[in-house]
């Protein structure tokens, strides 16, 4: 009964590739959201949907493209894979998009492109 | 523009003591403060949240913090630590945009 899973845990590939990454909450939030962490912890938004609607765009490559089926689910899809893209990348929900909503984490994907 | 500065990237620590955890922010508003806690090759967790009224807020696992407007500090405190405190600990900053701190390793010695 995990609140936010997201999936693959890791994920090895090559520049150039093109890899998506999943991302399901069941715990009925309107918000999602995707964060990048580098290799020194740093933690930086890059996109958070409300019901299904893009409400926040941080400067991201357009190779980085969110989807958002429906309002449990928030997908990362990543082209034209880079070296610097590497990190770890968590998906998480709130339940609104009051800035006194607490996060709720799901465990990360270790992107590594070699 | 608001920040989150966390002064101590590292913070080791002999399992029993307290220890303090320091985050300082800039805002020219009002603002939410939390803590997150992420374990190893976990998810960021809330450990704590400052929302309004009483300044000092406490966790179910014994850490407290303490939101002093005229600082402009939410530092983390805990009277006595255990190995399994060992975690990198994040501050962040709403209003309304969520903003958080680099990060403070927390390590715990036995």
């Known amino acids: 009964d995990t609140a936010v899973s997201q999936t693959p845990k890791y994920l090895v590939t090559q520049m150039g590739n093109d890899k998506s990454i999943k991302c399901e909450q069941n715990?009925?939030?309107?918000?999602m959201y995707w964060y990048k962490q580098d290799s020194k912890k740093f933690l930086k938004i890059m996109f958070s949907?409300?019901?299904?609607?893009?409400?926040i765009n941080e400067t991201v490559p357009n190779r980085f493209s969110p989807k958002s089926p429906d309002k449990a689910h928030l997908n990362l899809h990543i082209n034209s894979l880079e070296l610097g893209d590497s990190a770890v990348y968590f998906c998480?929900?709130?339940?609104?998009?009051?800035?006194?909503?607490?996060?709720?984490f799901g465990n990360g994907t270790r992107l590594t492109v070699t | 523009a608001q920040s989150v500065t966390q002064l101590d990237s590292q913070v080791p620590v002999f399992e029993e003591a307290p220890v303090e955890l320091r985050c300082n922010y800039s805002?020219?508003?009002?603002?939410?403060l939390f803590w997150y806690v992420q374990y190893p090759n976990q998810g960021l967790q809330l450990l704590l949240k400052?929302?309004?009224?009483?300044?000092l807020v406490e966790s179910i696992n014994g850490f407290e913090a303490e939101f002093n407007k005229s600082q402009t500090s939410f530092h983390l405190r805990k009277p006595s630590v255990h190995i399994s405190d060992t975690a990198e600990y994040f501050c962040?900053?709403?209003?309304?945009?969520?903003?958080f701190g680099a990060g403070t390793r927390l390590a715990v010695h036995p």
């Open positions: 998480a929900s709130s339940l609104g998009t009051g800035d006194n909503s607490p996060l709720h």
């Open positions: 715990l009925g939030h309107d918000t």
């Open positions: 949907y409300n019901n299904k609607e893009l409400i």
């Open positions: 805002s020219s508003v009002s603002v939410y």
């Open positions: 400052y929302l309004s009224g009483s300044t």
């Open positions: 962040a900053v709403s209003n309304p945009k969520l903003i």
